[in-house]
């Protein structure tokens, strides 16, 4: 069972997390409370989720702005951002310390000046967006990845593609007598990555951690690889002709796109 994955500061995480992003304030407590009694220990939270009273884009924003106004925008200092989380490390108050929705260039920059490397990179990862060859740098440089939107995020409203109704996914939960959700996250965690459903339903909540007893067959890899890739969180908020540090898409993720 792959309960844990260890990191490459001796760390354990744990492969499932609950999401926590788009759950409203007034249901996440309860949702938390349901997943820990289930047994998860992994939560992914954030300031940005507006449902907290912690950084998690390779953005910044003015000093005391609130919410996402492009005007709000500046030019982030990775390293000296960095400097600062390395300290939480040092001081003992993080076990291991990570980025997000970096791409493979802004990564191996990072490692460039890092005194202690990232342990963690969380990005978009499903089978519609398996990022095979940030999986192959992440791999080579011992940093693990989390998957967030590991279904695909459905219910965003702005999300068209529906990775749970994906033909593969849908044969694979049929020929295991699994969901389609549950066969997402296996993915995840055969890929060697931690997955962070999100759900504020407590049946949701429980099916999605009910992925540690069983597996996919190594035979049916192969077709994971035909599905068409598609990143699905591009992560527009950080774009602007005018304010912060991308102008395009191609500079944001540096190309893989
Ligand atoms: P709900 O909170 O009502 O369960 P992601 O983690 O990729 O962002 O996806 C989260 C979305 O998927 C939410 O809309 C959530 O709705 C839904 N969801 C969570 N678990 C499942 C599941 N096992 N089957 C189908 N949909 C799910």
């Not at 759900?199 to 992925?211: G, L, M, P």
């Not at 597996?215 to 002709?241: N, T």
């Not at 395009?248 to 993720?253: N, S």
């Amino acid at each position: 069972a792959i309960r844990y994955f260890e990191l490459n500061t001796g760390a354990k995480i744990p492969s499932v997390g609950l999401g926590t992003w788009q759950a409203s304030p007034g249901v996440v407590g309860a949702a938390v409370a349901a997943a820990i009694k289930i047994g998860y220990r992994h939560i992914d939270c954030a300031q940005a989720y507006d449902n907290e009273k912690e950084i998690h884009w390779p953005a910044s924003m003015k000093k005391g702005s609130v919410g996402f106004k492009p005007e709000n925008l500046t030019k982030p200092d990775i390293p000296s951002t960095w400097k600062a989380i390395e300290a939480l490390y040092d001081s003992g108050k993080a076990r291991a310390i990570g980025v997000s929705n970096f791409s493979s260039k802004k990564l191996g920059d990072l490692l460039q000046v890092a005194r202690v490397p990232p342990a963690v990179l969380q990005v978009e990862c499903h089978p519609v967006w398996q990022q095979p060859k940030l999986h192959a740098f992440c791999e080579s440089k011992g940093i693990h990845i989390t998957g967030y939107s590991p279904l695909g995020s459905p219910g965003t409203g702005t999300i068209k593609k529906e990775v749970l109704k994906h033909p593969v996914l849908n044969m694979v939960a049929e020929k295991l007598g699994k969901s389609p959700a549950q066969v997402a996250l296996r993915w995840g965690l055969q890929m060697g990555h931690s997955v962070l459903p999100k759900s504020t339903n407590e049946t949701r909540i429980k099916e999605n951690f009910d992925v540690f007893d069983w597996s996919i067959p190594e035979e049916l890899f192969p077709k994971f690889a035909e599905i068409e890739q598609e990143r699905l969180i591009r992560g527009s908020g950080f774009v602007h002709d005018t304010f912060g540090a991308y102008r395009t898409f191609e500079e944001l993720w540096d190309g893989e796109i």
